[in-house]
């Protein structure tokens, strides 16, 4: 009954919160489900003592995706803003929107071009609320071009830390595709690692 009356309660304030305080909970909700999956994935490779190296980041904020850790291991402002101060939220959602739209008149989407075409929409509402693509850069200080090593070096560096399911909820929120490719990419992270685990045997 406890239970009930408790889920209850998160469903109403959850409903009760502006549209992008509720997207910045899903988005921690998704870190902590793709989290949950890959601690599991964890636990089974090192009974197998399967180990996977971080690969190294570009040490400047040069490359394509934007680590939301500093040098010594802290978040950065970008992803504290985009986890805390939202005030910018819901302009930064509707000027991604109405940034989509143009674009959309003036190209014919249609398929699968149309659903990247959204997410792209949804990346540039979340980069606009926490200050733009160029506030991303001056607040970070690593990255990477691809976004499989950048997933591998979150889950080497930082997985099982305090901060880690923040860390990811605020990449996801301007990287829209690490939500579907994070678990993938350390999975196949974990599957190179034990293939060169046999062949040293």
């Known amino acids: 009954m406890k239970t009930t009356l408790r889920l209850l309660l998160i469903v109403a304030l959850a409903s009760a919160l502006p549209a992008f305080a ?33 690969p190294d980041p570009i040490p400047d904020s040069s490359g394509r995706f934007l680590l939301p850790y500093d040098n010594d291991g802290n978040l950065t402002e970008w992803a504290e ?36 075409l ?5 990346e540039m509402g979340a ?18 071009n691809n976004l499989d090593d950048y ?3 979150l889950h080497v560096m930082y997985g ?12 996801m929120s301007i990287y ?3 939500e579907k490719g994070y678990d993938a990419s350390v999975r196949k992270a974990y599957q190179q690692g034990a293939r060169a685990q046999r062949a040293a045997k």
């Open 22 to 54: 509720q997207r910045d909970i899903g988005n921690i909700i998704k870190a902590q489900i793709i989290l949950g999956k890959v601690m599991e994935l964890s636990a089974k490779m090192k009974e197998q003592s399967v180990e996977i190296v971080a």
């Open 118 to 122: 959204k997410g792209k929409s949804k």
């Open 81 to 116: 803003k985009a986890l805390g101060a939202q005030m910018g939220a819901a302009v930064g959602a509707k000027a991604g929107e109405q940034a989509g739209k143009a674009l959309a008149s003036k190209v014919p989407f249609g398929g699968l071009a149309a659903g990247a």
């Open 160 to 171: 099982g830390t305090a901060e880690h399911e923040k860390a990811l909820a605020a990449a």
């Open 127 to 144: 980069l606009a609320a926490i200050g733009g693509v160029e506030f991303v850069k001056q607040t970070s200080t690593q990255s990477f």
């Open 176 to 178: 829209p595709a690490l």
């Open 151 to 153: 997933s591998v070096y």
